[in-house]
């Protein structure tokens, strides 16, 4: 399918919401960075000078692959209980332009192939971010972001700004308004907790790099269009945003009309310091309307499908928070927990209704390899009465479906160690063992080892 590149003026007529830091995502900072992806601000005497245009690229190649594991029986979205390897390439390039006072244009191509293990089926925190969800594994080139971003200055003094994928290097005041509008990637802005949420180069598991109930709005892909305002003063961020989401569950083409389908997030962000270290938490809250199934009306049918019970008017109304903490000596750690009130199908991301996420990561320069990186995570994963009520019935989603359920949380654990051949060049592994994939105790233990090379100019 041809991306949709829709003039940016279609948008403008709806109330604007972004980030002031649109970074991170792919080809984002490795987590260790994280204090300068929070404030990416520093005394305006260290700033570098500032870019009037800036290009910058990034490949990751990903191998992952499983053993054969124990299943009593398997469904249509079942992961595969024989031995199986997948491989992925996700190349991008990010351009950007400085336009006018505050002004600053960006555009990302993205090239990317390959297939998930299962075909990215049968795991709700699926072990591989690199993967999309469904869709034709063939390379393929499409437009991922292109944006435009406003920024109006409030005082407070000047800091310096790091250049990078989606951000110019320069100073600006402390205190700002943003305003972005585009095709924009929904965790760039909200949820983008910055020890986490890059697995180019860190956790790998979507329970891991985003909250796993947020049910963020995105087309297969992970992108969507929308407008966003962020507000930044001292140590307090204020952000809002709306979003398209798609015409049909994980699928590419997006609902324009934004009387039948839509998606709002606010969130609220404080950052502060612990004995001299730094740390942030913040909270969201989302709601999101589309055409959506009902999981009690498909419950009512002899055979449940909940795609025959779609309506207009259908939401899904949830609550994510995290926090970020360093805790010295190139160790930083994060949480995240997440809730939907999981009566209507899942719609964008994944089928999570219920997420408990905690991990660290650990620079090398504690044992003198400051380009290598190590962490260690875990996710645990639940669902509501209704959803599992659902998959038990023989119900299929667009990730899940056994045939069958003997419900049980489902828990990933993630260890991952990225040495820095160079600082452009990485080599990565991470092991992921995986209990009751798919929530079902009568499958699994799984167990994921991935290799990965990653290249960031």
């Not at 001299?276 to 055979?303: C, D, K, Q, T, W």
Request: proline share 6%; glycine share 14%; hydrophobic share 40%.
């Amino acid at each position: 399918m041809r991306p949709d590149t829709r003039p940016l003026g279609a948008l403008l007529g709806i109330l604007l919401c972004a980030s002031a830091r649109a970074g991170g995502g792919a080809g984002g900072p490795p987590a260790g960075a994280y204090l300068a992806a929070q404030a990416d601000e520093a005394p305006a005497e260290a700033a570098p000078p500032e870019e009037r245009a800036s290009l910058h690229f990034q490949a990751t190649i990903a191998t992952q692959g499983h053993p054969a594991f124990g299943a009593r029986y398997s469904g249509p979205n079942s992961l595969r209980s024989s031995h199986e390897s997948a491989t992925s390439v996700v190349t991008d390039l990010f351009g950007g332009l400085r336009l006018w006072r505050g002004a600053e244009a960006y555009l990302q191509p993205e090239l990317a192939g390959g297939r998930g293990l299962g075909s990215t089926l049968g795991v709700a925190a699926f072990p591989s971010g690199e993967v999309y969800r469904v869709g034709n594994p063939a390379p393929a080139v499409i437009v991922g972001k292109l944006f435009l971003r406003q920024r109006f200055g409030l005082g407070g003094g000047r800091v310096a700004i790091e250049g990078g994928p989606t951000q110019l290097a320069g100073t600006r005041d402390r205190d700002v308004l943003t305003l972005t509008v585009g095709k924009v990637s929904t965790p760039d802005f909200v949820d983008s907790n910055p020890v986490s949420n890059d697995p180019h180069t860190g956790f790998m598991s979507w329970g891991l790099f985003a909250a796993g109930a947020y049910d963020y709005p995105a087309d297969t892909k992970g992108y969507t269009w929308g407008a966003a305002a962020d507000l930044s003063v001292e140590r307090w961020s204020a952000r809002a945003g709306i979003f398209l989401e798609p015409k049909v569950a994980n699928q590419m083409q997006l609902e324009w009309r934004l009387d039948r389908a839509r998606a709002w997030v606010v969130e609220v962000e404080r950052r502060y310091a612990v004995a001299g270290r730094e740390g942030a938490a913040r909270v969201l809250f989302f709601l999101n309307e589309a055409h959506m199934g009902s999981y009690a009306r498909a419950l009512e049918e002899p055979r449940p499908d909940v795609t025959t019970t779609r309506a207009y008017g259908r939401t899904k109304l949830g609550v994510a928070a995290s926090a970020n903490q360093d805790l010295g000596h190139g160790l930083a750690a994060f949480a995240r927990v997440s809730w939907n009130d999981g009566e209507n199908e899942s719609w964008a991301f994944t089928e999570i209704d219920r997420s408990f996420a905690a991990g660290a990561v650990q620079s090398g320069a504690r044992w003198g390899r400051p380009n290598d990186e190590a962490g260690a995570a875990v996710v645990v994963s639940g669902l509501s009465s209704l959803h599992r009520r659902y998959l038990a019935a023989g119900g299929l989603g667009f990730i899940l479906g056994d045939g069958a359920l003997r419900y049980g949380p489902e828990v990933l654990g993630e260890v991952y160690y990225r040495a820095g051949l160079t600082r452009e060049i990485s080599l990565g592994a991470n092991y992921q063992p995986i209990v009751n994939p798919g929530y079902n105790r009568d499958r699994g233990p799984v167990h994921v080892l991935t290799g990965r090379v990653h290249v960031a100019l």
